[in-house]
């Protein structure tokens, strides 16, 4: 199935809604770092996104080291970022 691919203005929408998301080097992907006051809040926020995204079928690639995640969202069918991606870093926000 393809995922239709955000254009070059939809993309640059998506990030004016979202401080502290950018475009990564290759415009296919957006990431975030996240910091916490310990690896409890750290882990328990990974958890929230991993519940919505199992739920929402769109997993995102991330890494965790103490109080840190750092969250890359794309999506392979559409070979960059798509709709889906804009509403799982909207619901992320949500769960700061």
Do not use: C
């Amino acid at each position: 199935m393809t995922v239709p691919r955000l254009s070059d203005a939809e993309t640059a929408a998506l990030l004016a809604r979202l401080p502290g998301w950018q475009l990564r080097a290759d415009g296919k992907a957006i990431e975030r770092a996240f910091q916490f006051a310990d690896f409890n809040q750290a882990f328990g926020f990974m958890t929230r996104v991993a519940l919505h995204a199992d739920q929402a079928d769109h997993h995102p690639e991330w890494s965790n080291v103490y109080n840190r995640v750092h969250i890359t969202l794309t999506t392979h069918d559409a070979d960059g970022l798509s709709a889906r991606d804009a509403a799982m870093a909207a619901a992320i926000e949500g769960m700061l």
